[in-house]
């Protein structure tokens, strides 16, 4: 197990953030400072285009309680969020966006909160949607109302990534080795005493958001597949459904057949529907399966879940086992 040499780590994964990690930075220090607190700042570059890297190299050169991590290219927050755990040495341990769009003043009543032994972790949720597309809010409450119907885990509505942990759940995080990571489900999957705070949504000091629609959806059906074997069962529920029509269907031809005697030779119409009705539903339940194929066939290949390029530790001649 990793030795913890500080008190607080404060992870930050960045994509793109090359205008708001000075503000960020100087905003938390400013709180952290007041904390009495050893502590320091993970930065994870996930493989940015802009100055980013630049910026987190200068900072971590004039800021010994800076580190930083780059990837060799871009592979996600939830992969940003997993190194920044694995370099973070602090007994406590903070997930903040660069972009203050979680409010810093928080941080100390975490801790608090943490010290006092009841609780082992403290997550944030938004209380609003306030500054969000009406539509993209929309959405984000029907996937938390699906994903909460189906899954075995609780993912709660407007929970944001923005926490602080004790070491030993970080160590729980981080012994989920999955390569397919939700963290939202992740977190509330290691169980742990957790204490919900919330706040008005804040939105983003500088830059874009990296999260457009598609990538949102995307980001829905990974925690639907992830975190739920609902989807087969629905698979298996059609196909029994449309066995016992199909038993039905047949006893009245037959009968029709013996009974009336009708030679019907027509129906190519009704036929034509149902065939074309049947396939339609055998695609979409393989459909349904190969999702989950496509995820076993990811997590066999053991893939790393991210490669670093460089970072701050191996300039200071240090390195990580
Ligand atoms: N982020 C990342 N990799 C990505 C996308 C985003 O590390 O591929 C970081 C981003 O830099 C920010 C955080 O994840 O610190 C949240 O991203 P963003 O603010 O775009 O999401 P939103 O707050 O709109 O949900
Ligand atoms: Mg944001």
């Not at 029907?142 to 944001?160: C, E, H, K, Q, T």
């Amino acid at each position: 197990m990793k030795e913890c040499r500080m008190d607080l780590s404060i992870v930050v994964p960045c994509y793109n953030e090359e205008e708001a990690i000075p503000i960020f930075f100087d905003a938390v220090t400013a709180i952290v400072d007041q904390m009495g607190v050893n502590y320091e700042f993970v930065f994870v570059d996930d493989g940015s285009s802009d100055s980013t890297l630049g910026i987190l190299r200068n900072l971590a050169k004039a800021h010994p309680q800076v580190r930083y991590v780059s990837f060799s290219r871009n592979f996600g927050k939830e992969a940003g969020i997993y190194a920044g755990l694995q370099y973070a040495r602090g007994e406590h341990v903070a997930l903040m966006d660069a972009d203050l769009q979680d409010p810093p003043s928080y941080l100390p009543r975490m801790y608090e909160a943490l010290q006092t032994g009841k609780y082992d972790n403290v997550a944030t949720r938004r209380s609003t949607r306030a500054g969000e597309p009406p539509i993209r809010s929309f959405f984000s409450r029907a996937f938390y109302r699906l994903i909460n119907r189906l899954s075995d885990v609780p993912i709660v509505d407007g929970a944001r990534d923005y926490r602080m942990m004790k070491r030993k759940m970080v160590n729980a995080i981080l012994a989920t080795g999955e390569y397919n990571r939700f963290s939202k489900g992740l977190f509330s999957w290691v169980g742990f005493r957790t204490l919900w705070l919330s706040y008005d949504n804040v939105e983003r000091v500088a830059g874009q958001t990296k999260w457009s629609f598609w990538k949102l959806t995307k980001y829905a059906l990974e925690g639907i597949v992830n975190f739920s074997h609902a989807p087969l069962d629905i698979a298996t529920n059609i196909g029994m459904f449309m066995t016992i029509v199909a038993f039905i269907w047949a006893a009245v031809l037959i009968l029709k057949k013996i009974i009336i005697g009708d030679y019907n030779v027509s129906g190519w119409t009704s036929l034509t529907c149902i065939i074309i009705f049947l396939g339609g539903l055998q695609l979409f339940s393989i459909g349904i399966m190969g999702q989950y194929i496509a995820r076993i066939f990811l997590e066999t290949k053991h893939r790393p879940l991210f490669i670093v390029a460089e970072s701050s530790d191996e300039e200071n001649g240090e390195t990580e086992e």
